[in-house]
């Protein structure tokens, strides 16, 4: 392309908090419309709004572990717009002087580590949402979600293609689960991503006119979205036309963007200090306490996974990209000492099992003890790997133990040579071309003669025995 595409992100983090930013109403997700709501987050008159201890907390966890710069002094904004959704006409957030300044973030780019930058993080009130009834000529306004709080965390124009994009996203949320200040539930709105995104000529320094992107629910979503929206500009540009500055909304359907109204700059909020709230003053003591309790960092974990437990780098970095899987894989390392043998079966049978049900790492009932156990089988020679791999599916559906399973189905693994050493006579006496081929040097005989000897004894052979009982019969003239 002789062109490049310029890219930064706006996301809305629902914060974890039980009560609202500036009042004591409940933000757990799916009541009925309009049953957690109190006079304050509606906006009636003469109430007044008192700022969520937690919440700031929370945003000031974020800002330390995005490197920014907290403010000793912030102060919240009314940002004034008429919306059926928004109940007062304005929205309560940080303008000028946000918590957080001033940040960055490494995300892993085709095998290296590229910095995005955080321009800022600022608290905020979510506002309501409206509710469309199909075959209605109607919507309806569900006003629980207004007041839910919100941290905003805005980026510089740092990246350069959806994929890079696609890369900072998965990168924050999995600093935001390991620092558990929100769900990062983009079904449940929790997380969502607006992305403003323009193009200029290769070799420009100056930014070309910017859309802003919407309506993404997912990581997959914004990747193509944005790679939609730059060819857009592209064609349009080469076609002779003008990029309008606007807003778009994606269409998952059509697989596109489509226009939704012009895009409002800074002054058109009429911004002014929030006259109900003092501004926000934080002492340095207690962010140096909070600093002190951060937890490990998915790239420092990373890092000590490669170190501790001598993994490569992608099975470390798939491993650490989400907390509870780390949580997971690293509690079975330290009863089953091989962590390779660990990684291979969290990374595959594992994350498999959880893909196909529908599940995440949390509502998984197997727990680590339990595949630790069933690899120490496998050591001992009780099963064969293959057998593993279907008492594993059995763990997740009967939510039965191991040994319960190979006991139940007669699994235990036959590793008697006198025993295999009948079955190995009767197969080779079976299979005297496959023999000959073995013997005039087609090495993938054997495996067909392995596999036999599996078949015979329905996988519970120990392959180990069986090739070397083979080898040794075969080697014989």
């Known amino acids: 392309m002789d062109y490049e595409v310029v890219i930064g992100l706006e996301v809305h983090v629902h914060l974890k908090t039980v009560s609202k930013i500036f009042c004591g109403c409940s933000t757990k997700f799916g009541a009925p419309p309009n049953t957690q709501v109190c006079p304050v987050c509606l906006g009636f008159p003469g109430v007044l709004p008192v700022p969520n201890r937690l919440a700031v907390e929370l945003a000031v966890k974020t800002g330390l572990m995005l490197g920014c710069e907290i403010a000793e002094k912030s102060k919240f904004d009314r940002k004034n717009y008429f919306y059926p959704d928004l109940p007062k006409a304005y929205q309560i957030s940080q303008y000028d002087m946000p918590i957080a300044k001033n940040g960055r973030v490494g ?62 996203l998965k990168t924050l949320k999995a600093i935001l689960e390991y620092l558990e200040v929100s769900d990062c539930n ?99 003591e207690w962010v140096e306490e909070i600093r002190a309790s951060l937890p490990e960092s998915p790239r420092d974990r990373t890092e000590r996974f490669l170190a501790e437990y001598g993994l490569p780098e992608y099975d470390a970095s798939v491993l650490t990209a989400e ?119 087609k090495g993938k005989a054997l495996s067909f003669l392995v596999g036999q000897v599996m078949r015979h004894t329905r996988g519970k052979a120990n392959p180990k025995i069986v090739n070397k009982l083979l080898s040794k019969k075969l080697k014989q003239e």
């Open 107 to 168: 995300i892993a780019v085709e095998g290296s580590t590229k910095v995005i930058g955080i321009t800022r993080a600022h608290l905020e009130e979510d506002a309501g949402k409206l509710v469309h009834y199909e075959g209605a000529n109607e919507s309806g306004v569900d006003y629980n979600r207004c007041g839910v709080p919100l941290l905003e965390i805005v980026s510089e124009p740092d990246m350069r293609s959806a994929e890079e994009a696609f890369a900072y």
């Open 186 to 284: 983009m079904e449940e709105g929790s997380l969502r991503c607006d992305a403003n995104i323009s193009i200029r000529r290769k070799g420009e320094t100056s930014f070309g006119v910017k859309t802003e992107v919407k309506n993404m629910n997912s990581f997959k979503a914004v990747r193509k979205a944005l790679t939609y929206e730059a060819g857009r500009q592209v064609k349009v540009l080469e076609g002779g036309g003008e990029i309008v500055q606007e807003t778009r909304l994606w269409n998952p359907d059509l697989e596109k963007t489509i226009p939704m109204r012009s895009k409002e700059e800074a002054h058109d909020y009429r911004y002014f200090p929030e006259p109900d709230l003092a501004p926000l003053v934080l002492d340095r």
């Open 323 to 441: 907390r509870g899987l780390a949580d997971f894989f690293e509690e079975c390392a330290r009863i089953h000492t091989d962590a390779k043998a660990v990684s291979n079966w969290v990374m595959g049978d594992l994350l498999r099992e959880l893909n196909e049900r529908g599940l995440d790492i949390g509502a998984c009932s197997l727990k680590p003890g339990a595949l630790a156990e069933l690899l120490k089988l496998i050591d001992e020679g009780t099963i064969s790997t293959k057998i593993a791999k279907e008492v594993f599916v059995e763990m997740f559906e009967s939510w039965k133990a191991a040994p319960e399973i190979i006991r139940e189905k007669g699994l235990v693994q036959i590793s008697d040579e006198s025993e295999l050493e009948k079955i190995v006579d009767k197969v080779i006496s079976e299979n005297e071309k496959t023999v000959g081929d073995y013997r005039s040097g």
